[in-house]
């Protein structure tokens, strides 16, 4: 049962990964009040599955990565929870609600559970998650080069004497948005991918999937992204920031592309 009140805490904090996305894309937070009343009863369920899985075992539940990372999650859900009670910080919520939602949903992935209903359902599923993929770090490519441009033009505007091609750029406050919008959408994407992916890899390697190093550069990639869209959305970074932060995801983002560089022949496996 912990585990079902686990899944039950995961559904709950989905709502604030929507609210999230939904921040991110339309910069409005009309689903803050609906998202921190889902995370706050996600928070108790998740309580409840700790302190079953406590009892059973006769044990406190933190002897696995996947019991630790549910009291982590469970514990940065509490202290976010007290926190806006007490501060009424609501804008931090674009980083915790995403995070402790991975969190959780990983920790919900440590039991095995039984393998594909049929090869089509599991290429399909992986199909989607390639597409997600790609689609993301094309939006991440967009970001890339409006990043480059903003970059060069800011170095133009300082020199005091800017070459020809300064003319032809769109201005900066343009290539700030281009950049900004960008980011969203792929955070979207490569969030959604992550999911996807995860779950896959649950599915098709078991409670042993978390140990495969292209996992770990995955979530370590995401974990970057989370922070840069958060810091553009609490602390307000813009422009050459937000710009040399972008230049830094693509690095990580291109590590993860080279760990997965075979993954699209795993869909022919046999």
Known sequence: MSVIWLRVAAGLYSLGLLHAILTLIRRKEHLFRVALSAFSLGAVFHFVSIVEEGLV????????????LSMCAFLVALLYVFVHW?????????????????????????????????PVVRNAWLTVHIVLVLLGYAALLFAGVGSLLYLFQERELKAKKPRKLYYRLPPLGTLDDLIWKSMAVGF?????????????????????????PKIAISFFTWGVYLALVSLRVTAGWRGRKAALLTVILIGCSALTWAAHARLGSVLFKQ
């Open 57 to 68: 075992k006769n044990r406190c539940p933190i002897t696995n990565f996947y019991e630790t």
């Open 188 to 212: 979207v994407l490569i969030t959604l991918s992550v999911i996807a992916g995860s779950t896959w890899a649950f599915i098709e390697l078991k409670s042993h999937w978390i140990q495969q």
């Open 86 to 118: 007490r501060y009424k910080v609501s804008s931090l919520s674009v980083f915790i609600f995403p995070l402790v939602f991975v969190m959780a949903l990983v920790a919900t992935l440590g039991n095995p559970v039984s393998a594909w209903s049929s």
